[in-house]
């Protein structure tokens, strides 16, 4: 726990009383409580002009309706595919326009919503809270079986090509990335930004990255923070250990580093933003699926 606070807490500028209501609104348009306030003059607004983009219901494998996320071009066929998985805070605003992001740069991208059975991570005023009655109540299992199912609706929507699939994620989503590459066979090429590379086992989340690398189908990018509060150099430098013993996927793997910049460096809508990093990191992130066949 004392982990998760130093990664989702007040040092990295959010305020943990609400200065906006974030229930009854369309998934994707606003933030999480948590997250106020939201620093608007560096936050990034992609225009859906071009794209066909919103909400969507995905059908889980247990028969269940999750929400969903999802943009791509408004014409053609045959976009590469992306899976893009949430921060701590659920689907909000940042997270549907690094969606619409994608779908500028020729991808199909699809957020899906993977906290729905536990609750709501947006109505949440204070992290700690939500951390314990919500995010260490995801089973690593639900997870998996909810993006195989979003990969799914991808397929069935006729435009995506999920032969050429990658996954992207920020902060919790970072280390789901290496779980999912890991968990996937049909997974090319994951960039994982700033998860969590190693902690302590429970009986929901049993492996972290560290533990996966002789498990991985394609290579993973990892771009970290070099004053992450949160995710220490050390625990980088041991999960670039591992990826040399690891798989060929592995030893293809890379984790880059930005001195001197703190956790969630690519959340436009913090005080954490770094915008440097964050453009150079988008630009790694779009070359690293496209030479791994993924764009």
Same mark, same amino acid.
């Given at each position: 726990?004392?982990?998760?606070?130093? /990664?989702?807490?007040? =040092?990295?500028?959010?305020?943990?009383?609400?200065?906006?209501?974030? *229930?009854?609104?369309?998934?994707?348009?606003?933030?999480?409580? &948590?997250?106020?306030?939201? !620093?608007?003059?560096?936050?990034?607004?992609?225009?859906? #002009?071009?794209?066909?983009?919103?909400? @969507?219901? @995905?059908?889980?494998?247990?028969?269940?309706?999750?929400?969903? $996320?999802?943009?791509?071009?408004?014409?053609?066929?045959?976009?590469?595919?992306?899976?893009?998985?949430? =921060?701590?805070?659920?689907?909000?605003?940042?997270?549907?326009?690094?969606?619409?992001?994608?779908?500028?740069?020729?991808?199909?991208?699809?957020?899906? =919503?993977?906290?729905?059975?536990?609750?709501?991570?947006?109505?949440?005023? #204070?992290?700690?809270?939500?951390?314990?009655?919500? @995010?260490?109540?995801?089973?690593?299992?639900?997870?998996?079986?909810?993006?195989? &199912?979003?990969?799914?609706?991808?397929?069935?929507?006729?435009?995506?090509?999920?032969?050429?699939?990658?996954?992207?994620?920020?902060?919790?989503?970072?280390? /789901?990335?290496?779980?999912? #590459?890991?968990? +996937?066979?049909?997974?090319?090429?994951?960039?994982?930004?700033?998860? %969590?590379? !190693?902690?302590?086992?429970? %009986?929901? !989340?049993?492996?972290?990255?560290?533990?996966? *690398?002789?498990?991985?189908?394609?290579?993973?990018?990892?771009?970290?923070?070099?004053?992450?509060?949160?995710?220490?150099?050390?625990?980088? =430098?041991?999960?670039?250990?591992?990826?040399?013993?690891?798989?060929?996927?592995?030893?293809?793997? !890379?984790?880059? @580093? $930005?001195?001197?910049?703190?956790?969630?460096? +690519?959340?436009?809508?913090?005080? &954490? $933003?770094?915008?440097?990093?964050?453009?150079?990191?988008?630009?790694?992130?779009?070359?690293?699926?496209?030479? +791994?066949?993924?764009?």
């Amino acid at each position: 726990m004392d982990g998760d606070r130093l /990664i989702y807490g007040a =040092e990295y500028g959010l305020s943990r009383r609400a200065a906006m209501a974030a *229930t009854g609104v369309a998934l994707g348009s606003t933030f999480a409580l &948590s997250v106020q306030p939201v !620093q608007a003059q560096t936050m990034i607004m992609t225009p859906a #002009d071009g794209l066909t983009a919103g909400a @969507v219901k @995905v059908k889980t494998k247990d028969g269940k309706e999750m929400d969903a $996320y999802r943009a791509m071009p408004a014409s053609g066929t045959g976009f590469g595919t992306i899976l893009v998985v949430q =921060e701590i805070f659920g689907v909000h605003a940042h997270i549907a326009d690094m969606c619409r992001r994608f779908a500028k740069a020729g991808y199909y991208a699809i957020a899906p =919503e993977l906290y729905f059975r536990q609750g709501d991570a947006k109505s949440y005023t #204070d992290i700690p809270k939500l951390v314990a009655e919500i @995010v260490a109540k995801v089973p690593d299992e639900q997870v998996m079986g909810d993006l195989d &199912s979003s990969v799914a609706f991808a397929k069935g929507e006729g435009k995506a090509d999920t032969a050429k699939l990658g996954i992207t994620g920020f902060c919790w989503g970072g280390r /789901i990335v290496w779980l999912y #590459d890991a968990h +996937n066979p049909a997974v090319k090429a994951g960039v994982a930004w700033y998860g %969590p590379l !190693q902690r302590p086992a429970t %009986p929901l !989340q049993p492996k972290y990255p560290v533990d996966v *690398t002789k498990d991985l189908h394609g290579p993973v990018l990892g771009l970290y923070g070099g004053a992450d509060a949160g995710i220490p150099m050390d625990s980088v =430098e041991k999960m670039r250990a591992a990826l040399k013993t690891g798989n060929a996927a592995a030893m293809k793997s !890379q984790i880059d @580093v $930005y001195p001197d910049t703190p956790h969630a460096f +690519n959340a436009d809508y913090r005080p &954490s $933003y770094r915008k440097e990093a964050a453009e150079d990191g988008w630009k790694k992130c779009l070359a690293w699926f496209k030479a +791994n066949g993924v764009g």
